[in-house]
């Protein structure tokens, strides 16, 4: 294991919640969602041996994380890997905690590498989108590359995910270069990440209350809207029968369906932001 992990110099705790923070949901046997602070996690699997992590939460969450993943599988428990849908700070935030404490491989798309191993810093985050508070105070969100090393792989490039069989991985970008989901087409199930999400989530107020509403990945760190689009447009076209998503509550069945093509129909009112230094 590399002795040379660290983040950026901008890492630090955000002080941002909301009122499901804290709280799990299992929403399939196998997919376990929980939410921490304005973020989710999800945990795979059924057992102590053969579960994964999806994410890694906001800084300084790690012990939360341990302890929810001993919770629902039983003391010291580690999982297979941990698969990042993309780098953005508040998907790994305790990431170096839990290689140190797991000694587990993590794995992402190629072109997310760099943002994760000390190459290449985020583009700043645009506060000047429409939206809210939360897009307001998004230049103290960390966007510094991290530096996982040797410890991040790039993911199998026919698509399977690592310990997660049925599953296949979807570039999915806009929202970062890299940006993932993963869908199993035996039921149907996706993990979107923030390709899109089910809260507005520039919403100060929205966040805070969970409100439940279909939007497009957060704005003020979107650099590609169109390649966001064509994602949504992606993912539709799977046909998923729940999302679980980076930012909000599960959506699934007739729901999901309706939203997704309202998110497609109108994503240039739901989606996009009036103005910002990111618009194609």
């Known amino acids: 294991m590399d002795k040379d992990l660290h983040y950026g110099d901008d890492y630090k705790f955000i002080p941002a919640t909301s009122v499901g923070s804290g709280i799990g949901v299992e929403v399939r046997p196998d997919l376990y969602q929980h939410t921490i602070q304005i973020v989710n996690i999800v945990l795979y699997g059924k057992n102590a041996n ?20 001993e919770n629902r599988f039983g003391a010291e428990a580690r999982p297979k890997a941990i698969i990042l849908t993309h780098g953005h700070f508040d998907h790994v935030g305790a990431i170096i905690e839990l290689i140190k404490h797991w000694n587990v491989p993590v794995y992402a798309h190629s072109l997310e590498l760099p943002y994760v191993t000390g190459k290449q810093n985020y583009p700043e985050p ?37 310990h997660m069989p049925g599953f296949h991985w979807i570039h999915t970008p806009g929202h970062s270069p890299g940006h993932i989901s993963l869908f199993r087409s035996e039921d149907g199930a996706l993990i979107v990440g923030d ?21 497009g990945p957060p704005r003020y760190l979107t650099t590609d809207w169109q390649a966001a689009y064509e994602s949504v447009k992606k993912l539709k ?8 998503t980076g930012h909000g509550l599960a959506m699934e069945g007739e729901e999901l369906t309706e939203n997704l093509q309202k998110l497609v129909d109108d994503f240039d009112q739901i989606a996009l932001p009036n103005h910002g230094k990111y618009l194609n």
């Open 195 to 215: 390709a899109f999400v089910t809260v507005k989530q520039e919403s100060l107020y929205k966040v805070l209350t969970q409100t439940k509403e279909i939007s």
């Open 126 to 162: 645009d506060p000047t989108v429409n939206g809210g508070f939360v897009a307001k105070m998004s230049p103290i969100f960390p966007h510094e590359s991290i530096q996982l090393g040797s410890n991040v792989s790039t993911l199998p490039s026919d698509g399977s995910v690592p």
């Open 237 to 244: 076209e799977l046909r998923p029968s729940v999302a679980i």
């Open 50 to 69: 053969e579960f994964v992590l999806i994410d890694a939460g906001m800084p300084k969450s790690a012990e939360e994380i341990i302890a929810v993943a």
